[in-house]
């Protein structure tokens, strides 16, 4: 499976963005999917993930409410919709996928990532 993640960039604290990821492959309904972050000078952490089917999701607690996850499976894409984005949501996004029916938050726990794109907030 490949991936391509896309739709970062800055934004003002407040605002919204959406990101993309497309998966090559046709068993992309086999896969959950995820989305983690890294900030500068941090390790990459969890931020939400989607089960195949797409009626299953899970947050991190610093982005619930704010942050929504989703698919569309006859586009092999997954999205996470960004809304009142913070500066602390400053970070480089990477989509990934893993080969199981169940949710998982560690990143040891996929299989694929995506390259990675970066979202600025600014104050």
């Known amino acids: 499976v490949q991936l391509q993640a896309s739709g970062g960039g800055l934004v003002q604290a407040g605002g919204s963005l959406r990101l993309s990821c497309a998966a090559s492959?046709?068993?992309?309904?086999?896969?959950?999917m995820a989305w983690f972050r890294q900030a500068p000078g941090k390790e990459r952490g969890f931020v939400a993930a989607?089960?195949?089917?797409?009626?299953?999701?899970y947050y991190a607690d610093s982005v619930k409410g704010r942050f929504s996850i989703s698919r569309d499976n006859a586009r092999n894409t997954v999205y996470l919709q960004m809304n009142s984005l913070k500066p602390e949501d400053t970070a480089v996004y990477y989509c990934?996928?893993?080969?199981?029916?169940?949710?998982?938050?560690?990143?040891?726990?996929?299989?694929?990532w995506g390259q990675g794109t970066q979202v600025t907030v600014s104050s």
């Open positions: 990934a996928a893993r080969s199981d029916r169940y949710l998982a938050l560690t990143e040891g726990s996929y299989d694929y």
């Open positions: 492959g046709r068993t992309f309904s086999g896969y959950v």
């Open positions: 989607i089960r195949g089917s797409g009626r299953s999701t």
